[in-house]
């Protein structure tokens, strides 16, 4: 069974960079599984800020941006700030109808 | 503007079942694909189930003929009837806009759009 791969937790400080990444459990992520990435905070529904692999939701400031870094897709963040304190989970498409979510990362910014 | 608003959540004892709505408002959700999400207590994001605009319906194994989605158009509202409910069935669902991905007039998959507040399921006798 294919699972959708995470960093469980990440931390970064006030005004850092940091790129989280979307994996597989066997083969690599490409632009084909159009990946897409949300942000949640406890109690709050998901909000989605990239999706297309690189393409930014309304409203989601360019500090946000999406790529593929190898194998993997990733989600960097430049000059984080507090409020980017989250869960953050990428989906991946699989076909067939199928959408798959990696566990997610929880970042603290610190 | 869009607008999500799930019900229909609740206490419900195992091997029970339950029907979910959301309401939609803002646009037609016959003109678009619709999903299900769902998250357990302290647990991550979980798909559950998708329906798109021409009325093709997918599920995760873990609800497969347990669960169907459904939407009346007249009433703008999307639908999650679950049955056989288990204990791990327990979490928020969140119906969710799902756009699907288009490139020069061919569609392949989907993300997740816009996004309601969520309706909480528990199963527990």
């Known amino acids: 069974q294919t699972v959708v791969t995470q960093e469980p937790s990440f931390s970064v400080s006030p005004g850092g960079t940091v790129t989280l990444t979307c994996g597989l459990s066997?083969?690599?992520?490409?632009?084909?599984?159009?990946p897409s990435w949300y942000q949640q905070t406890p109690g709050q529904a998901p909000r989605t800020l990239i999706y297309?692999?690189?393409t930014r939701s309304s409203g989601v400031p360019d500090r946000f941006s999406g790529s593929i870094l190898g194998n993997k897709a990733a989600l960097t963040i430049t000059g984080a700030q507090a409020d980017d304190e989250s869960d953050y989970y990428c989906?991946?498409?699989?076909?067939?109808?199928?959408?798959?979510f990696g566990g997610g990362t929880k970042l603290t910014v610190l | 503007e869009v607008q999500l608003v799930e019900s229909g959540g609740g206490l419900i004892q195992p091997g029970g079942s339950l029907r979910l709505s959301c309401a939609a408002s803002?646009?037609?959700?016959?003109?678009?694909?619709m999903s299900w999400v769902r998250q357990a207590p302290g647990k991550g994001l979980e798909w559950v189930s998708v329906?798109?605009?021409?009325?093709?319906?997918y599920y995760a194994d873990s609800v497969k003929g347990r669960f169907t989605i459904s939407r009346d158009n007249s009433k703008n509202t999307l639908y999650l009837q679950m049955n056989s409910l288990r204990g791990d069935d327990t979490a928020v669902y969140y119906c969710?806009?799902?756009?699907?991905?288009?490139?020069?007039?061919?569609?392949?998959?989907?993300?997740?759009?816009?996004w309601g507040q969520g309706t909480l399921v528990t199963v527990s006798s």
């Open positions: 969710a806009t799902s756009s699907p991905n288009c490139n020069g007039g061919s569609c392949y998959g989907y993300y997740f759009d816009n």
């Open positions: 803002g646009f037609t959700i016959s003109s678009n694909y």
């Open positions: 329906i798109y605009s021409g009325g093709s319906t």
């Open positions: 066997s083969g690599s992520v490409s632009t084909s599984y159009y």
């Open positions: 297309r692999t690189n």
């Open positions: 989906v991946l498409y699989m076909g067939s109808g199928i959408a798959l």
